[in-house]
């Protein structure tokens, strides 16, 4: 038997995905040891078969595609070549693979995947909705039509999905039952081009006899407030609801129903929901059964239908939006007389559910907040034009429980006005809302205040990976802010599996591309600009990531062209290499402007350098030397046109230099001097940054890398303004947009601009990850793996990141003057360790000196440090006298 097996295996990056639209889906796994863990393991070979039906993977037929025994380490970013795929088929697939002795293990326990509706003319159904008038209701927006339909089915059910799509977000519900989990369904996509479908099995809601199948339709990005522009309607007015039932019978028959103009519908409960202003639900309203066969809708009306729609229906390939989990109130204070105001203990993002014991007609109000003013009472400012409001109204029965669908913001307190009496803590609970990234990364250190920093980072990934990438969760803003987005990205991957979810929103953002090539400020677009340098320039830098951190080459494939117009783009408007002074350049910094163009200039350059990788990634060779070549131009151009020959930058900033020697833009001889510039302004500022969203994420890398650890330290280190640690001192729990959102001597920021969860200066968490702890990949994909940690400013350090080719873990501790370091390396991958040593006689594993321990091989001393390589396993290592 071998020493290893398969597990977690997923299809597209996810588990088990339903309706997935790619014929030549990419299969990956895990491999994990059996019994004790050797090292140097790997995987020789493997063996993928994928079948029509779970009787025949559990046979061993792989009637679709049996790979035979393929020798080969590969275990993820393998295509599926098998039979053709098409509409509606069911895949289900299991993997074996054979040890480094060439041993087999068994087969994994099957997965599966089902195809989505591939042609434009599988779907039958027609777009519906409602769009009676509402006066009377006395509210501000319009409520929420409800749609319903019977149907009869005669015969036994063996597989029955529903494929679902809107114009706006539905919930689904099948005889009396929510269909799945998923919220804010199909999701938010550049509703001029394009719509999401969603797909479930839902076999087991259906029943032989009478069945009823139910939606609720809301306006959400589609119809409702949207951007930070004031107006609803970012695509289209009416929301309109797509869906089609695929049943296959017992009896080899099939069946369909649709959404059609046979539905029938009607307002219900819920009388107003928008992300930004809430939701308003009157329960004396309900409509109970109206879910179920046998109610009585003969009240209800007939729907609208739209007959052509004439956008692209595309299955949405990212994880959905999830409840994720549920706060309780930490403590609750009344003041003012009637105002109670509970406080979660975390800035979250979500909405609360209530319970309350009232009479019919009383209305509870709940008004959200993520900071409290002096007098305890709610701030919400900065919420702008949001109104963050729920109103429940009650029907009087009993105890009632309510809680929202339809709409969320981000928030840490809430508060409750026109409850009977004063409410007990339990009245409200925090339930937090978001994409439903796995998270594959933890992180723990001597520095309880870093410690919070990572939480602070971790939650406003949580808050603000909601759909898409956003810039905030609370304003009336939550865009999909490409510069925000790029920035963070790398760290993100650090701590969430982002495959899937960017691989959605790389669909948004290309979608929203302008013909020139420009890339926009925002995705989705909704409004805002175009070509913004470091914004714009999303579009290449999330590829790029989602190419180094999965070994992802389908995304560069698929968006190559797009990629060249935008760097033609840039081509043309830029003059003689410069790229013009324009944009948001160095957002929001502390104290410092960079010039626009130096910026501006200096990620051209960057983006090329990436394409240009990419090109020869895809084999694209002389595309790539072409990019190669731009590179070198601009940064003869860059140099020519901001660099002194003392090594100064025009404007002088922190940014400036960061950008210069983060990119390779400045001859080897002016780095020198260039980054004593950079260390100089630091040290003028009494060891503080001056930097914005551009240059934070830059800052301590370029520190590191260029041998200054110890002033990376203490600016990662500082307590005082402006630092990483000073909203950690005053009770931050998510990452804020301004390092000034508040200020012991000022207090609240402009309230015009000023939230307090925006992850962009989050961003260091690339820095903490790849640098503090030394996890990095050694080309794409994790397959090699480099282990350089440095130390200076922490005792210890313990993480673990779940990459695509497995779990590594890094635990370092000083001890004395001994320096003890835990490695954990997954099977198949190699990892060139990196040790702060005098020499390797100095390096010793189990009182032994390593390089002579097996699967440990010395190969050189470098800038003071012992460098070995190793590979799968787990090693502890001593440093004497570091
Ligand atoms: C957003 C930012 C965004 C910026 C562009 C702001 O309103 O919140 O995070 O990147 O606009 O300047």
């Known amino acids: 038997m071998g020493k290893i097996r398969p597990t977690y295996l997923r299809c597209e990056y996810r588990v088990n995905p339903m309706g997935i639209d790619s014929t030549e889906p990419r299969l990956s796994w895990l491999l994990e040891s059996i019994g004790q863990e050797e090292r140097g393991q790997i995987q020789s070979a493997y063996r993928i078969l994928v079948a029509s039906s779970r009787e025949n993977v559990e046979k061993d037929i792989g009637d679709l595609w049996d790979t035979g025994k393929v020798e080969s380490n590969r275990t993820f970013q393998i ?113 001029r081009k394009r719509a999401y479908y969603r797909a479930y099995d839902v076999t087991d809601l259906l029943k032989v006899g009478r069945n009823a199948i139910g939606a609720i339709l809301a306006d959400e990005w589609y119809a409702g407030f949207c951007g930070g522009w004031g107006k609803r309607n970012a695509y289209g007015g009416e929301p309109r609801l797509l869906l089609q ?94 105002v109670f105001v509970f406080d979660m203990g975390q ?59 339809f709409t969320f913001r981000g928030f840490r307190y809430v508060e409750v006005t026109g409850y009977p009496g004063r409410p007990p803590l339990d009245a409200v609970t925090g339930v937090v809302v978001g994409s439903d990234v796995p998270i594959v990364g933890s992180f723990e250190c001597s520095n309880p205040l870093v410690n919070r920093l990572l939480q602070n980072i971790i939650w406003s990934l949580r808050g603000n990976y909601l759909e898409v990438p956003t810039d905030c969760p609370q ?18 991957s650090y701590l969430a599996d982002i495959s899937a979810f960017m691989t959605k929103w790389l669909i948004d953002l290309n979608d929203s591309q302008r013909d020139d090539g420009a890339y926009p400020d925002v995705a989705p677009f909704t409004g805002a600009g175009f070509g913004t340098p470091a914004w714009g320039d999303a579009g290449i830098i999330i590829p790029y990531i989602l190419y180094l951190v999965y070994g992802d080459k389908r995304i560069i494939e698929r968006y190559y062209e797009r990629m060249a117009r935008y760097i033609d783009y840039l081509v043309r408007n830029s003059r003689d290499l410069l790229r013009p002074d324009h944009g948001y350049g160095d957002w929001v ?170 992850y962009a200066f989050g961003s260091v968490g690339e820095w903490i990850f790849s640098t503090v702890v030394g996890i990095d990949t050694d080309g794409p994909g994790f397959r090699r793996i480099r282990i350089h940690p440095h130390l200076d400013g922490l005792d210890f350090v313990r993480a673990r990141y779940k990459s695509i080719a497995g779990e590594i873990g890094v635990e370092w501790r000083k001890r004395g003057d001994k320096l003890e370091v835990d490695l954990l390396i997954p099977i198949n991958a190699k990892a060139t360790v990196y040790l702060p040593a005098k020499g390797p006689e100095y390096v010793l594993e189990g009182g032994v000196r390593a390089d002579l321990k097996e699967g440990i091989a010395f190969l050189r001393m470098e800038e003071g440090r012992a460098v070995y390589e190793i590979g799968s396993g787990s090693y502890s290592f001593v440093v004497e006298g570091y």
């Open 589 to 758: 910094p502390a104290g410092a402007e960079t010039p626009k163009d130096v910026l501006a200039t200096a990620y051209f350059a960057y983006v090329s350098k990436l394409m240009s990788e990419m090109a020869e990634a895809i084999g694209r060779k002389e595309d790539g030397d072409r990019y190669r070549d731009l590179f070198e131009k601009i940064k003869d151009a860059f140099n020519k046109a901001y660099v002194l020959p003392d090594g100064r930058i025009k404007g002088e900033t922190q940014t400036c230099y960061v950008l210069a020697l983060y990119l390779d833009l400045l001859p080897e001889s002016l780095r020198p001097l260039a980054l004593n510039h950079l260390v100089s302004d630091i040290e003028r500022r009494n060891w503080h940054l001056s930097t914005g969203f551009v240059g934070t994420r830059m800052l301590l890398p370029v520190l590191s890398r260029f041998g200054r650890d110890d002033v990376a330290y203490r600016l990662f280190l500082q307590e005082t303004y402006p630092s990483w640690l000073y909203p950690v001192k005053h009770g931050a729990t998510t990452i804020w947009e301004r390092w000034d959102s508040w200020r012991e001597d000022r207090g609240f920021q402009d309230p015009g601009m000023n939230s307090f969860n925006h």
């Open 79 to 191: 295509a599926y070549s098998g039979k053709p795929l098409r509409s509606g088929m069911e895949c289900w697939w299991k993997v074996m693979v054979w040890d480094k002795d060439g041993e087999p293990s068994d087969w994994s326990e099957p997965a599966r995947w089902t195809m989505g509706l591939l042609d434009p003319s599988d779907w039958k159904a027609k777009w519906i909705g409602y769009d009676a008038p509402w006066e009377g209701f006395g509210t501000e927006l319009p409520p929420l039509p409800f749609l319903r339909k019977e149907f009869s089915i005669e015969k036994g059910i063996k597989r029955a999905i529903l494929y679902v799509s809107a114009l706006g977000s539905c919930e689904v519900r099948l005889n009396g039952q929510r269909v799945g989990e998923d919220i804010f369904i199909p999701g938010w996509s550049y509703f």
């Open 475 to 492: 304003r009336d803003e939550r865009q999909g802010w490409t510069g925000d987005a790029q920035i963070f990205a790398r760290t993100a």
């Open 347 to 405: 800035n979250m993002v979500g909405w609360a559910r209530i319970k309350v014991k009232g009479e019919r007609g009383r209305r509870i109000t709940l008004r959200f907040a993520e900071v409290l003013n002096p007098d305890g009472t709610i701030y919400r400012e900065n919420l702008r034009r949001a109104r963050c409001t729920d109103t429940y109204i009650c029907k009087g029965e009993g105890e009632e429980i309510w809680e929202p669908g």
């Open 245 to 338: 039932l695929s049943m296959d019978f017992q009896d080899g028959t099939e069946g369909v129903l649709v959404s059609d103009g046979t539905w029938k519908a009607k307002y219900g409960p819920i009388l107003e929901a928008d992300f930004y202003m809430g939701e308003t639900y009157d329960a004396r309203r309900e409509m109970p059964g109206w879910d179920s066969p046998g109610f009585d809708d003969s009240d209800w009306e007939p729907v609208a239908v739209t007959d052509k729609v004439g956008i692209q229906l595309t299955s949405h390939p990212g994880e959905p939006v999830r409840k994720l989990m549920e706060l309780r109130a930490t403590s609750m204070h009344e003041p003012k007389p009637g």
